[in-house]
């Protein structure tokens, strides 16, 4: 059984200040890996998508992938109270596998 | 929402009835899947189509089926809704290419009560 696992939080954090999630998979053929954010009554977004080890930056967004320890994380600089949202992380070993999400952390930026 | 409408929005049906959720995209994605979201459990895959006519059971697939005729559609029925099946029912779209697997863009959702 695939499995990815998320802290469910809530994970507070200050306006301001960076925001770590962090997300674990248990298929080590894991080629995909996405991050997504839902906010309340609304619809997964894709944030980002990563696939090789190491960062990747997209403006206040990083995502960083471990292969080896089966991590991958999203920071989020300069949090702000608009990032407040439940981030879904999604994992799937190839083109043609299904993608399997995490039960999501619950983010909230305190102003 | 990447051209993917669902219908209904909102539906309220009774134990027992057959139920039919549409899902109709504008973008040509070969990729078509059915997920439902409930409270602590997250997202779980219903069914997926990887062409017309094609079609495969994800996780949580007992009491759905799925039909798919034309690219741009693709429809899921609960053949006899129970109050178990009362949920957030998402499709989701996706563009295979290269190796690696494609991001899913989602339609905005059905919210289904079964009484």
């Known amino acids: 059984q695939k499995e990815v696992e998320q802290n469910s939080g809530p994970l507070s954090v200050p306006e301001g200040a960076i925001a770590s999630l962090n997300c674990t998979y248990s298929?080590?053929?894991?080629?995909?890996f996405f991050w997504y954010r839902q906010y309340s009554g609304k619809s997964p977004e894709l944030i980002m998508s990563i696939y090789s080890n190491g960062d990747k930056e997209d403006g206040r967004f990083t995502a960083q992938l471990n292969k080896a320890s089966q991590y991958v994380s999203l920071l989020i600089r300069d949090s702000q109270p608009s990032d407040s949202a439940t981030y879904l992380c999604?994992?799937?070993?190839?083109?043609?596998?299904?993608?399997?999400f995490g039960k999501g952390t619950r983010l909230h930026i305190l102003p | 929402d990447a051209g993917i409408t669902q219908s209904p929005r909102h539906k309220v049906t009774e134990t027992g009835t057959p139920v039919t959720l549409r899902c109709h995209q504008t973008e040509n994605h070969r990729y078509m899947y059915w997920y439902r979201q409930d409270p602590g459990h997250g997202l779980r895959l219903i069914h997926y189509?990887?062409?017309?006519?094609?079609?495969d059971k994800g996780e949580v697939s007992d009491g759905y089926s799925v039909s798919r005729s034309k690219t741009e559609d693709f429809l899921l029925t609960l053949e006899s809704a129970t109050s178990s099946q009362t949920s957030v029912y998402f499709c989701?779209?996706?563009?295979?290419?290269?190796?690696?697997?494609?991001?899913?863009?989602f339609g905005n959702g059905t919210r289904l009560t079964v009484t």
């Open positions: 189509s990887y062409g017309v006519k094609d079609t």
């Open positions: 989701a779209i996706s563009d295979p290419r290269g190796q690696g697997n494609s991001p899913l863009h």
């Open positions: 999604a994992v799937s070993a190839n083109r043609d596998d299904k993608i399997i």
């Open positions: 298929d080590r053929g894991s080629q995909s």
